[in-house]
């Protein structure tokens, strides 16, 4: 954690700092360190003394918005008011909220954003302070439209894996800043039975399947084949498939339950 003591010298300094005129550099992660905490509310306090800033690094070098410290000076006006900041704030915020740089999502999810999971090892504890500002809120609105767009497009069992996943990293943001029952609408229509249905290695009775999956419960994709007991309800359900079209419709029936898992707190989230 950063010492108040320290921001406060910081602060003692400005008035040098800015006679000097030398632009001073935000702190950026070194690789393969832990993550450093970016105070962007000490840069935003020495702007406001005239101290100079140094350009900001690439997507501000990466740190993750859990990272960027705000608390101080939470509207950021005067450094979001620097284009330069702000671009590169923007950025980093839109990447984070794309997965770049995280555990990826997919089918072959285990140990990544697995969509029935409330959280993961790298999501968001609470609220990320950049989120509250006016740059935070347009860039979280604006991607979740993207999300929905993605939905509108047309999705198969793994796209929805994937559009799914940037919402078990951001968590509980959904609940404070992204009510909208619009797009709760739009989430709960999602089919996912009808995407399960392609990803299967056999045609199957869509009724039946519903009703195979109905006795499922969402759980985490592990080893190669399913319990004794669920591997006996496919048998009946998809019979005389080989060892590796048992594991393969698993591995659907399993993501799509899970789905159905994740689409259901999502939808709770976003609902009023």
């Not at 632009?23 to 950026?28: E, N, Q, S, T, W």
């Not at 509980?172 to 089919?191: I, N, P, Y």
């Not at 039946?208 to 969402?218: F, N, S, V």
């Not at 009946?236 to 259901?264: F, M």
């Amino acid at each position: 954690m950063r010492s108040d003591e320290l921001y406060d010298l910081a602060v003692r300094l400005a008035p040098r700092l800015a006679a000097d005129a030398v632009p001073v550099r935000l702190p950026c992660p070194v690789p393969g360190r832990r993550r450093a905490l970016i105070p962007l509310d000490l840069a935003d306090e020495l702007l406001e003394l005239g101290v100079p800033l140094a350009d900001p690094p690439p997507k501000l070098g990466g740190p993750g918005a859990a990272h960027l410290l705000v608390h101080r000076r939470p509207q950021l006006t005067r450094l979001l008011a620097d284009p330069r900041c702000a671009r590169e704030l923007r950025l980093a915020l839109t990447a984070e909220l794309e997965l770049e740089g995280l555990p990826e999502a997919g089918v072959s999810y285990h140990r990544h954003y697995r969509p029935h999971r409330e959280a993961e090892l790298n999501s968001w504890r609470s609220t990320p302070g950049i989120c509250r500002t006016p740059l935070g809120r347009e860039v979280l609105c604006a991607w979740l439209n993207r999300q929905r767009e993605r939905l509108r497009a047309g999705l198969d069992l793994n796209g929805l894996v994937h559009v799914l996943a940037p919402f078990v990293h951001i968590g509980g943001v959904v609940d404070e800043l992204l009510k909208d029952e619009t797009a709760a609408r739009e989430f709960a229509s999602v089919d996912v039975v009808a995407l399960v249905l392609p990803d299967l290695p056999a045609e199957a009775d869509r009724p039946a399947i519903e009703g195979l999956m109905a006795t499922m419960r969402p759980e985490d994709l592990i080893g190669t084949r399913p319990m004794p007991d669920l591997r006996t309800r496919i048998d009946e359900t998809l019979p005389d498939l080989s060892e590796s079209q048992v594991a393969q419709a698993w591995k659907a029936l399993q993501t799509g339950v899970n789905c159905q898992e994740g689409l259901r707190r999502l939808v709770a989230r976003l609902s009023g």
